[in-house]
């Protein structure tokens, strides 16, 4: 069976989440949105492609960083309304150039930094 990316659930403003994780060791590495037409182009190239609410346009992961993002699979929920990517990640994911976004945890009601500044 072929898949179409109209298929998914997307939000009113035409946005599906997807959560980024690392294919070798299944860390999150992030969360951003994606519309139809990056689904498709993801699904395409194999290389990440995702919508940038900010500024309004298609944003492949790592174009002008290099540290870019190979698709390995593409899966989605039961509900068919978030993506999960698993990804072969080139360099840090995060724009602060750590590994990962997710580098801050609450633990006995504090903020703590899991991960250094780089």
């Known amino acids: 069976m072929s898949f179409d990316p109209a298929r998914l659930r997307y939000n009113d403003a035409g946005l599906i989440p997807a959560i980024a994780q690392d294919a070798a060791s299944g860390e999150v590495l992030m969360m951003a949105w994606m519309n139809a037409e ?3 182009r993801t699904l395409e190239t194999g290389r990440v492609t995702y919508w ?8 492949e992961k790592g174009a002008t960083s290099g540290h870019t993002q190979r698709l390995v699979e593409l899966r989605f929920d039961c509900d068919e309304d978030c993506l999960l990517l698993t990804v072969e990640q080139q360099g ?17 009601g504090e903020v703590v930094e899991l ?4």
């Open 38 to 40: 990056a689904v498709a």
């Open 92 to 108: 840090p994911a995060c724009h602060t150039g750590r590994r990962s976004c997710f580098y801050r945890a609450v633990q006995d």
């Open 52 to 59: 940038s609410r900010s500024r309004a346009e298609f944003w």
């Open 115 to 118: 991960e250094a500044a780089p």
